[in-house]
Structures are given as C-alpha cells and as structure tokens.
C-alpha cells in the first residue's frame, strides 16, 4: 500500500508499529503478515469479519501472544514479545474482548486492580471519581460484585478500569458489544471526548464499523488474518467492497 | 442425667474442640490459598507444616537455657518458623511446579506428592544427624500451667471462662490468641492491601490481572510464601499442641486439614477456618463419646474411642460432599475459564 495513505493524521510520531507481524494459535496461522501503524493523538479502527484477527491484533500488541516473525515496535521501543504485565507498566491499556471482569471483586475492586500499577493512593481514588463521572451507574454499584452486573455494565466497568492508568495508547476490543443504542452512543462519545480532550491514542477494534468509521482519523480492513484496505476513516467508509461487506449495505 | 456435670463437659469438649479447629483452620488455608491460585493440591504443604514444628522445636530446645521470657522465645519460634516454612514453600513452587504450569492437572499433582515425601525423607536425616527422631517440645515452665487456675490471676473473659468451668492450659491460650491474631492480619493482607488484590485477581484471572500490570508469577510466589507462612505458625502450635512428633507427623493432620479446606470449599479463605473449626469439634466430639455416654447412661457409646475421630471427620465431609459439593462456602465453578 502506499505510504502516503498512512500518514494524513493528527501527528506523524508513530505510537505503535507492526510490520509484516505473523501470529500463531499452535498451528493455526492467525495473523499472516500485518503491517500498521498507529500515530500519536490518533484514533485507528481496526474492523473485519469475525474471526479475521482484529482480537489477534490486540493480542499481540499488549503482548498476551508472542509474535513468530516481524517486528512491532510500542513508543519507539521493541514490544514483540515482551510480557503483558510490563507492557501495560508503560501506558498501555487494553480492554479485552468480552470484559473479563474479575467477578468476585467488587466493583471498586476491579478499578483498584486497574490502577495497580499507580503507587499514588491519591491519584487511584481520584481516577475511580473519574470513573464514576463517565459511568454514573458505576457508582451505583460499587460495592455490587463484579460477576453480578449486567453485561453492559461490566462493558463500562471493563472500560473504566483500562482508564485507571491514564493509559498513553488505548486498545479497545468491540466496546459496543452488548450495550443498548443508548450507551453505544455514549461510549463513543466517551471515546472522541478521551482522544479531543486528552489527545489518547486509541486502537478501536469494532464489529458496529459504521460508528467505528465515524469517530476515527483512520482505519485498516482485515480479512483472514491479512490486512485487505487502509486508509482514511472517511474513504474507507465510501469504499464500495466495505459498504457491502460490513456496513450492512446491499 | 445429670445436667450440672453434663453442661461443662459439652462446654469443655466444644472449647478443646476449637482450640484443635484453630491449628487446623491455619493449616487449611495454605491448601486452599494455593488451591485458589493454580488449581493445585500442595501436597506438599503438610511436610511445609512439619519443617515448621520442626523449627520450633529447635529453637525451643536450644533457647532452653536460656533464661529469657517464654513469651519471647515463642516469638522467636514463630518468626523463625514463618521465614523457613514460607521460604521452603516458594522454593517448591519455584523449583518443582512452574516448570510444570502447562502441564496436565494430574502431573503436578504426582510431583506435589513427590516433594511430600521427599521432604519427610530430609526432615527426617537431618534431625538423625544429631541422633534424633521423635522430638519433644521443650516449652517454657508457663505454658504448662492451667490457665486462670486461681481468681486472683483473672480477668475478664478469662473469669468468665473459670466460673462455666472451662478447663485450659496457658499453652491452649496462646493457640488461640496467635490463631486468631494470624486469621486477623491474613484477612487484612488479602481483602484490603493492594497485594491481596492482586492475589485475588491473579486467583479469578490471571491473564487478564497481566493486563492490569500485575506479574502473576510474583503473586503466585508471594501466595505460596503466605501459605507457607500459615504452615509455620501451624507447626509451631501443633508441636505445642501435642508435644511430640517426628518427619512423618505431618501426614494426618495435614490430611484432616485438607478435608476441612474441602469441607469448608476449596479455595475459599472463610472456608477453611470454618472448615478448620468444625472438624475439631467434630473430632473431639467423636473421641469423647464413650465417656458422654457414661454421663448420659448410655452403653452403646462406649466402645468408641479416640481412634474414631478422623472417621468423624470424614463422614462428615462424605455428607457435605454428597448434599453440597461445592463445600459449605465454595462457589460453583462452572463459570471458571
Ligand atoms: N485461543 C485460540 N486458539 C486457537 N485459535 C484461535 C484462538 N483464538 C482465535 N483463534 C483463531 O484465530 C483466528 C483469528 O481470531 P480472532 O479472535 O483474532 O478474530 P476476530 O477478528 O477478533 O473475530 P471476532 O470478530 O469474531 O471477534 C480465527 O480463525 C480463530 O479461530
Ligand atoms: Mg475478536
């Protein structure tokens, strides 16, 4: 693809960079060969049918899977390979698909456990405020269990606990995913407020492309583990294969 | 029936049944804690309870000439113990179940009780270097005496407990009070630090805690050293307890102790000292059945003796098991991933 389509964005400093990244499944050839890039300030959707690899991606990215060739580079640094838990140490946080609330912690609980690696009590509490701002029902629950809230809820608990780092690169797997149209609403809105107001990087991952196309700057097409279209949010959303395929054009 | 001998007797078993729960209800929650963590049965935690009886025998043995407070030789037993038994059993984990992380469930669990009797085997040469094989607590002059003998020396709930006739030694005391000390700070460390949060959620979750930024390996090591920790303070109070024991004494009572973690639901903390708890009443309520039924006039009761009471516990454990699998506070687990 030509270079130029890549960078029409925000800032030009690359965050995060994959080239030509192969991940495995034991056998099963999951990614073969993503190239992308995502800049500072930028938001960057990542859609594509199911099982395409949008999760792989992430995956590998936050380095819960080791890639078996390529190079991925996180804030100008080797990332390949380099465990989640020390990865996340560096303002990476990653929402992952299907929520994995820890459901015998209390809600607090959760976002105490998100903010782990902040050592300031103070700044903690002041983020599960924050958290509380975005997602008033949270507040509601506080002391509820985890594993008992509903699933929407555990979408925004999930959500408010990634931001209890304050992270610098943000993944997101499917945010959307069991909310009602109301609350998908506000959690995009939640997410344009976060790259405006605080210039966060974000990697959406979205089945919903047509809202994932309007927030983002830009945006990669993936297809069985392969990267089939780039370019702008905007352009791919005219695009006539996409609207087919997955804008739920006829 | 005489109910002014009966009363006190019940009382008496009841209390010398709890004393007995308290040092189960300690050993108990290094199973289950490790249990919580990696789906593991440490077998290896009864010989981690034994080195730390051993440990205290030692520095009981060899503090006692010297004419320092009893109570602080008992700290200096504890302290000692806690260190060596948590070290030993992050050592084991480090050594003989990481490797074995993704192996099949049953490997580790063969390896655990390798290390079990590979532990005893040392335990034993190493007390045989200095010609010894049984060991016999030397405790302080103090610990032996009844507790509360006389009114003069009493206050509060120790009057309380002389007046129902309640019959204990000092050394029963200290049992308590260092059980229910340890259980204090335990619940503390797990339920409001930031490391037991930690623990907690590696226990539900452990790729997605790594995605929190917590290192599951260095909170598996700290839950095996806590659990190793409890296992020392255990051994301590059991060698106290029963006053003589040797390498292979870990066995039963670390059998009774995972039957009361399972009775009370394997992986729950609260569980364990339930578990712990109910399992020395039972026990002592079985040994003594043959003189309740003198007192009751019954003769039906007398033939059973002591040599019953882990029957008693494992009947009780078989009933729980059939009416509540999950053990009394056990979650289901059929959610777990
Ligand atoms: N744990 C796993 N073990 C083996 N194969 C897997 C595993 N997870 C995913 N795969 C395979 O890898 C491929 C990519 O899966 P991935 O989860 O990344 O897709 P996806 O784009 O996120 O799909 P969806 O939109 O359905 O979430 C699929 O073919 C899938 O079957
Ligand atoms: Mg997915």
Redesign the pocket.
Known sequence: MPEATLHRTPTTTEMLALTDVHTY??H?H?LKGISMTVNEGEIVALI??????????LRTVSGMMKPKHGTLTYQGQNAAGIPAHIIMGRGMSHVP?GRRIFKDLTVRENLEVGGYTVTDKALIEQRIQEGFGFFPRLKEREHQLGGTMSGGEQQMLAIARALMVNPKLLLLD?PSMGLSPLFVEAIFDIIVKLNRERGMTILL?E?NANMALEVAHRAYV?QT?EIKLSGKASDIAQDESVRKAYLGDD | MDLATLLPFLVNVIVGGLVLGFVYAIIALGYTMVYGVLQLINFAHSEVFVTGAVVGFEVFRILAPNPMNGYLKLLIALVSAMLISGGLNVLIERLAYRPLRNAPKLVPLITAIGVSLILQDVLRVIEGFQGRFDLTYTLPDAFGVKFCAAESSCVGVGNFLRTIGVDLQVKDVILIVVALLSLTVLNYVVNRTRLGKAIRAVAQDRVTAGLMGIDSNLMISATFLIGGALGGISGVLYGMKVGTLNAYSGFEPGLVAFTAAVLGGIGSIPGAVLGGLLIGVIQKLVSVMSVLGDLVGSKNLATIDDSYSKMGAFVVLVLILIFKPTGLLGKSNTEKV
């Open positions: 499944y034991g099963i999951a594509g049918g199911n099982g395409a690899g949008k999760t792989t991606t698909e499917e991952v089945q993936m583990g």
